[in-house]
């Protein structure tokens, strides 16, 4: 028989509703408030306001309220606080209840400004070290990755900005005063903070997140935040610096791409006694001509030796990329009778070397080639699924806010979401486990006087013991 229409006449009171009837055991963000002790927030910034005045929104909401707005990829504040009034598990996490005044979206843009980036590193260094108590994080194996940032700029706007900033230098160099900002640092009128770079053929204006990135779990143990134009081969120490500072020991193995692959970070890392699992990039060579490898270094006369036995002299040491570039003696390379496999130069053939090539040459020799490719294949897994993650879980990919310190919340904001959500559902996993474990002694006990036979079988009573966890 077919019910009849429905029909609700709003009630003038309602008596016995509590909104945290409404939310799940099981809810993300009951877990959250489990696992996440908000406390910390009041102490952080209890030195940004005043003792006399309007009270203001309770800093610890405003955090839930920030934490919010990239759990769900909220687009914005404003579009975060015309949802929250109709989410009644938004409402119950921050605290609020039906009839409860809700606060402006501008006081979260207010709170950032009066906080700075130091509470939400509190955020980020408390959660990671809840994950290190947890066993997540094995600190043998660190990888190393960046990944750009789209600015909330107006893309076809930044070639005027760039050519006024060269007239702006210019003049200040005409008047004999020191400029502002190196040319080319200002790219946008809107957010002159953020940098441009070339990505997969595409054009970006914005910033960059440089961070670590531990084998066992995936749990991020360092984030820095730069403009997009930073070039990542040269935030390698900055990352690492990062990571010791937030409480993590220094790994044994580093490992990333080509663009950190430099005889810079091979020295810095030998001098931190960490083994690098990072190419480079090799010497080119014609198709069919002679490579670089078949060249042999002298290092006491510091001469290389051809495939005929001739040697190449140093002709021209280059300070600026720190190589020294060989050659033949004038006339060595006419008559030899390897010449067609070896060049078509007239001036003959010449090859180069690094100033500190016997840094490269101890990381190429750090790890067998085998072990090269493991770990390199398990950096896609690890690095780039990280950023993978972040982009489609929390929007990494745009930023919501311009300025660098703006960009530097966010990144910490996301990181700390992402490992608080590995640190849940490893407690899951833990949860599960126990009850396996209480199975395994009460199941036999049950089983002997029949009493099983209520739950149908040992996996049924596993899931009525999960249900109660």
């Given at each position: 028989m077919m019910g009849p229409h429905q029909h609700v006449e709003p009630k003038l009171f309602y008596t016995g509703i509590s909104l945290g009837d409404r939310v799940p055991e099981d809810h993300l963000l009951r877990q959250i408030r489990r696992h996440v002790d908000f406390e910390f927030v009041r102490r952080a910034v209890q030195d940004c306001y005043g003792y006399n005045g309007q009270e203001s929104v309770a800093p610890i909401v405003l955090m839930k309220l920030m934490i919010l707005l990239y759990l769900e990829q909220i687009p914005s504040e404003r579009e975060l606080m015309r949802r929250l009034p109709y989410r009644l598990d938004w409402l119950w996490f921050c605290g609020y209840d039906f009839d409860d005044m809700l606060p402006n979206h501008s006081v979260l843009s207010k709170?950032?400004?009066?906080?700075?980036?130091?509470?939400?590193?509190?955020?980020?260094?408390?959660?990671?070290?809840?994950?290190?108590?947890?066993g997540l994080v094995g600190g043998e194996i660190l990888h190393v990755d960046g990944s750009c940032i789209q600015g909330d700029v107006d893309m076809a706007r930044l070639q005027p900005v760039l050519r006024r900033t060269g007239q702006e230098l210019y003049q200040r160099l005409d008047e004999g005063t020191e400029p502002t900002h190196p040319s080319g640092?200002?790219?946008?009128?809107?957010?002159?903070?953020?940098?441009?770079?070339?990505?997969?053929?595409?054009?970006?204006?914005?910033?960059?997140?440089?961070?670590?990135?531990?084998?066992?779990?995936?749990?991020?143990t360092a984030t820095v935040t730069t403009d997009a134009a930073k070039d990542e081969g040269q935030m390698l120490e900055a990352v690492l610096d990062a990571h010791e500072q937030n409480g993590v020991s220094s790994p044994a193995t580093v490992v990333a791409d080509t663009q950190y692959g430099t005889a810079e970070n091979y020295g810095q890392l030998h001098?931190?006694?960490?083994?690098?699992?990072?190419?480079?990039?090799?010497?080119?060579?014609?198709?069919?001509?002679?490579?670089?490898?078949?060249?042999?270094?002298d290092a006491?006369?510091?001469?290389?030796?051809?495939?005929?036995?001739?040697?190449?002299?140093?002709y021209h040491r280059d300070r600026a990329r720190r190589r020294v570039r060989y050659r033949a003696a004038p006339g060595t390379c006419v008559g030899c009778k390897l010449r067609?496999?070896?060049?078509?130069?007239?001036?003959?053939?010449?090859?180069?070397?690094?100033?500190?090539?016997?840094?490269?040459?101890?990381?190429?020799?750090?790890?067998?080639?085998?072990?090269?490719?493991?770990?390199?294949?398990?950096?896609?897994?690890?690095?780039?699924?990280?950023?993978?993650?972040a982009a489609n879980v929390?929007?990494?990919?745009?930023?919501?806010?311009?300025?660098?310190?703006?960009?530097?919340?966010?990144?910490?904001?996301?990181?700390?979401?992402?490992?608080?959500?590995?640190?849940?559902?490893?407690?899951?996993?833990?949860?599960?486990?126990?009850?396996?474990?209480?199975?395994?002694?009460?199941?036999?006990?049950?089983?002997?006087?029949?009493?099983?036979?209520?739950f149908g079988s040992p996996n049924g009573l596993l899931g009525a013991l999960i249900g109660n966890v």
């Open positions: 709170a950032r400004r009066r906080w700075g980036p130091a509470v939400f590193e509190e955020l980020f260094t408390g959660i990671l070290q809840q994950c290190m108590e947890a640092s200002i790219t946008s009128r809107s957010d002159p903070e953020a940098g441009v770079t070339n990505k997969n053929g595409r054009t970006i204006c914005g910033y960059k997140d440089h961070r670590a990135v531990d084998d066992a779990e995936g749990i991020i001098d931190r006694g960490v083994t690098p699992c990072i190419p480079h990039q090799q010497p080119r060579s014609q198709k069919g001509r002679f490579g670089h490898n078949r060249f042999a270094y006491e006369r510091d001469c290389f030796v051809c495939p005929a036995g001739q040697t190449l002299q140093p067609g496999r070896c060049t078509t130069s007239k001036s003959g053939r010449r090859v180069e070397r690094h100033m500190d090539q016997e840094c490269i040459d101890w990381a190429d020799g750090c790890l067998s080639l085998a072990r090269r490719r493991r770990l390199m294949a398990r950096r896609k897994v690890r690095a780039e699924g990280s950023f993978a993650d929390h929007g990494f990919k745009r930023a919501r806010w311009r300025g660098l310190v703006n960009a530097r919340i966010q990144n910490l904001l996301i990181t700390s979401l992402q490992n608080l959500r590995k640190l849940l559902k490893s407690a899951q996993r833990g949860r599960r486990a126990a009850c396996a474990m209480i199975l395994g002694s009460v199941g036999k006990i049950l089983a002997r006087t029949g009493r099983l036979l209520a």
